[in-house]
Antibody
Framework: EVQLVESGGGLVQPGGSLRLSCAGSGFTFSSYSMDWVRQAPGKGLEWVSY????????YYADSVKGRFTISRDNAKNSLYLQMNSLRAEDTAVYYC?????????WGQGALVTVSS | QSALTQPPSASGSPGQSVTISCTGA?????????VSWYQQHPGKAPKLMIYEVTKRPSGVPDRFSGSKSGNTASLTVSGLQAEDEADYYC??????????FGGGTKLTVL
């Protein structure tokens, strides 16, 4: 059974940093592209970042470019999102998801709250 | 403002059919056959319902179907059931913008 489990969410002050992790299991992690998608409270879905299976291709949404860094460790079946210079508008549930042109599996989400 | 435009709400009675539209541009929906639809119940993660415009993942009932014409994609739910009540999001590959989503449609089963 494919499972994606996020961790690392929490409360952080504006300008602060946080690192999210996503542990994958039940599939050959290195063979799949992965993504981060977020959802602000009461709002819709917003794609954040993409990384290919080999980490050779990475994309970011304009809203996070230069502040967020996506990475993965295939030996640990893990995906990461380093978030720096956080803003109030980054407050959201962050989902890791598997796929490139669509996401066939999603994690349960990690809540990130940016507030003083 | 979302890149793709969906109606905020839709509704139908049990057993009826309802169609949700998703309008984009030639740079996303119109340019690629990578439209997907997701169902999201309150407090839950999104679930893939349709991919590549018309394909259904294993386990998704055939009551759910997708289509596309030009820059507009549609999701049709036939034989509405109470458990279909949820938020539905469309998404499309968009080249340099990679993924774009619609703002979501709240489907109510009357």
């Amino acid at each position: 059974e494919v499972q994606l489990v996020e961790s690392g969410g929490g409360l952080v002050q504006p300008g602060g940093s946080l690192r999210l992790s996503c542990a994958g299991s039940g599939f050959t992690f290195s063979s799949y592209s992965m993504d981060w998608v977020r959802q602000a409270p009461g709002k819709g879905l917003e794609w954040v970042s993409y990384i290919s299976g080999s980490s050779s291709t990475i994309y970011y949404a304009d809203s996070v470019k230069g502040r967020f860094t996506i990475s993965r460790d295939n030996a640990k079946n893990s995906l990461y999102l380093q978030m720096n210079s956080l803003r109030a508008e980054d407050t959201a549930v962050y989902y890791c998801a598997r796929g490139d042109f669509w996401a066939d599996y999603w994690g349960q989400g990690a809540l990130v709250t940016v507030s003083s | 403002q979302s890149a793709l435009t969906q109606p905020p709400s839709a509704s139908g009675s049990p057993g009826q059919s309802v169609t949700i539209s998703c309008t984009g541009a030639s740079s996303d929906i119109g340019g690629y056959n990578y439209v997907s639809w997701y169902q999201q119940h309150p407090g839950k993660a999104p679930k893939l319902m349709i991919y590549e415009v018309t394909k259904r993942p294993s386990g998704v009932p055939d009551r759910f179907s997708g289509s596309k014409s030009g820059n507009t994609a549609s999701l049709t739910v036939s034989g509405l059931q109470a458990e279909d009540e949820a938020d539905y999001y469309c998404s499309s590959y968009a080249g340099s913008n990679f993924w774009v989503f619609g703002g979501g449609t709240k489907l109510t089963v009357l």
